[in-house]
């Protein structure tokens, strides 16, 4: 089974939290709400693999303020791949606060859609298992 260091910034602006719908047909939760987020690459430091996730993601225009290490955790997940074939992944997730200073976001073809979403919203969107553990811990759900 292969292992993966993931990044996940839990992006703040304004009380508000980005959410990401995953896309459809690939991905480790298609379909589903979820934070952004990725593994870190051979050679990268994890602040360098957190604000380079950020960039692919989320674009060039969304300015991250601050970063501070919150939290982390593992689980071993099913990745479904846009060919349709899948794989199980032992993950280590490393989670971050992140603050941004705008609103400003181009994501990419790995999610249908974002939104920025107040604490109250979140408890009534379809989470991911992942995205929903994070924000009850963080006393949210």
């Given at each position: 089974m292969r292992q993966r260091i993931i990044t996940c910034p839990v992006i703040q602006n304004?009380?508000?939290y980005l959410l990401c719908k995953m896309a459809a047909d690939r991905g480790v939760f298609p379909g589903q709400w979820a934070?952004?987020?990725?593994?870190?690459e051979p050679g990268e430091t994890i602040?360098?693999?957190?604000r380079r996730e950020i960039?692919?993601?989320?674009?060039?225009?969304?300015?991250?303020?601050?970063?501070?290490?919150?939290?982390?955790?593992?689980?071993?997940?099913?990745?479904?791949?846009?060919?349709?074939t899948r794989e199980e992944i032992?993950?280590?997730?490393?989670?971050?606060d992140c603050?941004?200073?705008?609103?400003?976001?181009?994501f990419n073809e790995e999610f249908q859609e974002i939104a920025w979403v107040s604490p109250d919203v979140i408890?009534?969107?379809?989470?991911n298992d992942a995205t929903k553990i994070t924000f009850a811990q963080k006393g949210l759900l």
């Open positions: 304004d009380g508000h934070l952004p987020g990725g593994g870190m602040e360098d693999a957190l960039r692919e993601e989320l674009g060039d225009a969304l300015e991250i303020v601050e970063v501070k290490p919150w939290a982390f955790r593992d689980d071993i997940r099913i990745k479904q791949y846009a060919d349709g032992y993950m280590i997730y490393l989670i971050f603050l941004s200073a705008n609103r400003t976001i181009t408890k009534e969107m379809d989470l």
